[in-house]
């Protein structure tokens, strides 16, 4: 890597710290978007809650963040309500030993279903139809279709976490320890070497609810720590720091939409569109702008694969809903270059 670039990768990572260490110690109140809401009024949990939804689960053997509980004594449970948005995980242990884990990152309102596949062993999105009618039943978290069988995360999960919180550690500390692992990467380490300490960062965020604005700069601070390892061309190790990003955030779209354009630039095509897809699963829980930058990347690597008739398609829904879209003007150029080059390489009968 030249120096100009690893100039970039340390004054990246350099703006991490300063931001996350500068974010607010407190915000103003505001009102909970949840009317069936018990965080405090004012509450940081009070203004951003979400809903997660645990199909087919075992809930005699289940943590959430670390918390377990005689879940099953409810009637027929199927989630958690007021759920703060940030890092989470659950574990659910089947009958025959295995446990099975999921770690995600959820936006502020936003509301996550995944389905227990036993056999699999591995918690896997629903089929699109089944998301969307128990997105529309779990509407309202607490006052509902589905409240008598959501549990109130605020008052059983967040209780204990509220009770045996340690002083020092959380987002400050994990930036850090990312931007360490990062330069530690861009040095040469392995990245399999590094992923366990940036899960580890990822854990310590538990419990601390973070603003859609902190996760989007968070996000894009690790974007463009990765973006400046590409700027010479070193696709291998972009495409490791977003992944140690992810080992934070896991299933972030906005850091899965970076990965994917990585994977894509340095020449893999079929593990971008991969990510795009899981990208594209959650895209609905950023803004306009962003979202129509993930449906441009998936354009994007449809040119790559030579899949130009649907790339073409895809574009047109982008600018039909989002006129002079700048991802959008860049991809079709590049639409037009790929279909002019595939002509070119015909050999003429």
């Known amino acids: ?26 915000r103003p109140p505001a009102v909970s978007a949840d009317p069936a809401s018990t965080a405090p009024a004012g509450s940081s949990a009070a203004a951003r809650e979400g809903v997660v939804l645990f199909r087919d689960n075992d809930w005699e053997r289940f943590s959430f963040d670390g918390v377990g509980a005689e879940w099953a004594a409810r009637q027929s449970p199927r989630g958690f309500f007021g759920v703060p948005p940030g890092r989470h995980f659950a574990v659910t242990e089947l009958f025959d030993g295995r446990k099975v ?18 056999e699999a062993g591995e918690w896997v999105p629903d089929d699109p139809e089944t998301e969307l009618r128990y997105k529309e039943l779990a509407r309202g978290g607490g006052a509902g279709a589905m409240a008598s069988a959501l549990i109130d995360y605020f008052m059983t999960v967040g209780t204990l976490l509220r009770r045996t919180a340690k002083p020092g550690g959380g987002i400050g500390e994990a930036a850090q320890t990312f931007a360490a692992l990062a330069e530690r990467l861009v040095a040469g380490a392995p990245l399999e070497e590094l992923q366990p300490a940036a899960a580890e960062a990822g854990i310590r965020l538990v419990g601390q609810p973070l603003s859609g604005d902190e996760l989007t700069r968070l996000t894009g601070l690790i974007d463009a720590t990765a973006s400046a390892c590409a700027v010479g061309g070193n696709f291998r190790s972009a495409a490791g720091v977003a992944l140690l990003g992810l080992c ?12 994917a354009n990585f994977f894509c630039d340095g020449g893999q095509p079929d593990a971008a569109m991969e990510r795009i897809q899981e990208a594209l699963a959650r895209a609905d829980v950023v803004d306009g702008r962003k979202r129509e930058r993930i449906h441009a990347t998936r354009a994007e690597v449809l040119c790559h694969l030579g899949r130009f008739d649907e790339a073409s398609r895809a574009l047109d829904e982008i600018e039909g809903r989002a006129p002079g879209q700048p991802d959008a003007a860049r991809v079709r150029a590049l639409l037009s270059e790929k279909r002019q080059s595939a002509g070119r390489a015909v050999p003429k009968p």
């Open 1 to 26: 890597m030249t120096s100009v670039a690893l100039a970039l990768v340390a004054l990246a990572v350099l703006a991490l710290i300063v931001m996350v260490l500068r974010r607010p110690k407190s």
């Open 101 to 118: 884990r999921i770690d995600f990152v959820l936006y502020p309102g936003e509301t996550l279903v995944r389905r227990l596949d036993r």
């Open 248 to 259: 934070m955030l896991p299933g972030d779209p906005q850091l899965l939409e970076a990965l």
